[in-house]
């Protein structure tokens, strides 16, 4: 669904087909270039907490309009354990700032992250604060199979 431009109406919308179980097998879920925001992140959030992507592999929300509202939805929907399969998330170019961030931080603090090997982050307005929560929480342990680690213009190996 890249490039569709389907907003906060088209994700509700999608997050609502995911409820009813339309989805359930779902492996990658790209919405990149959608104009989405917190409300259609925060309607896709809910769908994911309540369980009903299970094996979901890659969330791909670049190139929106997510903010640290949208992220902490998404960080409490992670947290439940429903995304043991995820191995790409991709939040690049949004508006995540610090608040987002620390919220991702502590969500991976849970574990409940086994498999992501790729998370990226850049051109988003982060700063410090989140920066230095989310080093902590890699570095504890907490992303087992992170590979790599994007929070600028080139992409770093994460090498711990």
């Known amino acids: 669904l890249d490039n569709n431009w389907i907003g906060d109406i088209g ?5 609502e087909a995911i409820k009813e179980g339309h989805l359930h097998d779902l492996e990658w879920l790209l919405l990149e270039k959608n104009e989405i925001g917190d409300v259609g992140v925060t309607a896709l959030a ?3 907490k309540e ?18 509202v949208g992220v902490k939805a998404l960080a409490k929907a992670m947290a439940v354990g429903h995304l043991h399969c995820l191995n790409l998330l991709v939040l690049d170019n949004n508006q995540i700032g610090d608040i987002g961030v ?11 992250l086994p498999n992501l090997q790729k998370l990226e982050l850049d051109n988003n307005p982060i700063g410090d604060i989140g920066l230095k929560a989310l080093v ?19 992409p770093r190996r994460v090498d711990w």
């Open 136 to 154: 902590e929480a890699i570095k504890e342990g907490h992303l087992p199979n992170l590979q790599w680690l994007v929070l600028g213009r080139e």
């Open 11 to 15: 994700a509700t919308a999608l997050a």
């Open 51 to 68: 369980g009903h992507l299970p094996s979901l592999q890659g969330l791909q929300l670049a190139n929106n309009q997510v903010g640290d």
């Open 46 to 48: 809910l769908s994911i």
């Open 102 to 112: 620390e919220a991702l931080a502590k969500a991976i603090k849970g574990g409940h």
